[in-house]
């Protein structure tokens, strides 16, 4: 049922960032899968989530003004649209949405304690705990049900789908409603973007295969939105089945009908995905030794967890991207996963140094292009890879 599409070769832990450059760092095989059956695209080597998410995790939600206006503007319509008297959020990060509601209507759960520290410290209830069904026991029994149930790329990070749903289910009140939110595999394929995949992305859903999933729970979506983060996400709105207090919006139908007419339930689609992220990692390659060659420096800007994924697919060292830059505290002075480039702090200056800059963070290219426009005025360059790669 599981049939393999595509080989990332051998990754690092994404979000590891290394005080010292290590050459034998371990690596994992990232392999793709499509699943003919429910649709569902994952990949094959598991790492047991106490590898990836301990009390170092160093992403952080709020370090980006884009993701703090969307979690801002998700509060409002919640508040207006579904009034939760209690409210739930699974990978609550450092605080990004739930700070925008009253402490007595949100708890979080987060396993980085380095993460739920932050919340904690405001005075929001937060469980450092990972998602599963004895958690959910704990809370049923200290809180009652919850009648929403939010959780933005963090589902897709655990192995046991079923468990995850069995879970929410128990804690879900009988008119609760579930959103939640991830990368959108309709998106990631049209822009060639394979970086969305790393050893913490497991799944990568469609509705199509979401809606297969949840069938077995009786839980159905009965709305979509698409979303500009991460690359392109989607937030699915779902109900029990039973639940008709809503219909299924046309915005859904489109969906399910975009999502058909491109493919997604057919192994061929995946295929030329794969050859296409071929060719997208040659291209990438010739562009920067290009560069080499006239003797310019390049400089990464983001040192993402997609990132990590590019420079060890494509086997790109110091000599094409010499540093990255990122605000986020825990990254500064560490080293690229895999890989001897350093992320230096961020400073304004910083792209003074540099003649080209590539999109480690890609999804945030207007925002950054916005606060870096000396650069490009002073004919500086941008380089991405999605949907292809080039210089702008
Ligand atoms: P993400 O793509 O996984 O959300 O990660 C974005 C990373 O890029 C995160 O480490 C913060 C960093 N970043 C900057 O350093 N400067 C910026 O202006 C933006 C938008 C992000």
Redesign the pocket.
């Known amino acids: 049922m599981n049939k393999y599409f595509l080989d990332l070769g051998y990754q690092p832990l994404a979000n590891k960032f290394l005080k010292k450059y290590k050459k034998k760092q371990n690596k994992y095989k990232l392999k793709l899968y499509f699943n003919t059956k429910n649709k569902l695209v994952s990949i094959s080597k598991r790492i047991p989530s106490e590898k990836m998410f301990d009390n170092k995790y160093p992403?952080r939600s709020s370090?980006?003004l884009?993701m703090r206006e969307s979690f801002k503007k998700l509060s409002k319509e919640i508040k207006k649209k579904f009034r939760p008297k209690l409210m739930l959020e699974i990978g609550s990060n450092d605080g990004a949405l739930i700070k925008n509601f009253k402490k007595e209507n949100v708890i979080g759960i987060e396993p980085c304690k380095n993460l739920a520290r932050h919340t904690k410290n405001k005075g929001f209830v937060t469980y450092d705990n990972y998602w599963n069904f004895k958690l959910s026991k704990k809370l049923k029994s200290k809180h009652g049900e919850f009648d929403l149930i939010y959780s933005a790329n963090t589902l897709t990070h655990i192995s046991n789908l079923k468990e995850v749903f069995i879970s929410i289910k128990h804690l879900l009140s009988k008119n609760g409603i579930l959103i939640i939110e991830d990368p959108s595999l309709i998106e990631c394929l049209k822009k060639t973007s394979y970086d969305q995949f790393y050893n913490e992305h497991i799944y990568l859903f469609s509705a199509i295969s979401l809606k297969n999933i949840l069938k077995e729970f009786n839980l159905e979506i009965f709305d979509i939105k698409n979303l500009k983060t991460?690359g392109g996400s989607l937030r699915y709105y779902i109900k029990r089945k039973n639940n008709k207090k809503f219909n299924q919006t046309l915005r859904l139908k489109d969906q399910f009908k975009r999502e058909f007419k491109y493919g997604l339930d057919k192994l061929q689609t995946f295929k030329n995905f794969a050859s296409k992220s071929y060719k997208s990692k040659i291209k990438l390659i010739n562009i920067l030794r290009k560069i080499k060659r006239m003797k310019k420096k390049v400089l990464g800007y983001?040192?993402?967890?997609?990132a990590v994924t590019i420079l060890n697919y494509c086997n790109i060292n110091e000599d094409l991207i010499y540093n990255f830059?990122?605000?986020?505290p825990d990254?500064i002075n560490k080293f690229m996963p895999g890989k001897n480039i350093k992320i230096l702090k961020?400073k304004k200056k910083i792209l003074n140094k540099y003649d080209y800059v590539f999109l480690g963070?890609w999804?945030?290219k207007n925002?950054?292009l916005k606060?870096e426009k000396r650069f490009k005025k002073r004919g500086g360059k941008f380089i991405t890879h999605v949907p292809y790669p080039r210089l702008f």
């Open positions: 992403y370090m980006s884009t991460h983001g040192a993402t967890a997609k830059t990122d605000t986020t990254k961020y963070a999804n945030f925002e950054i606060k």
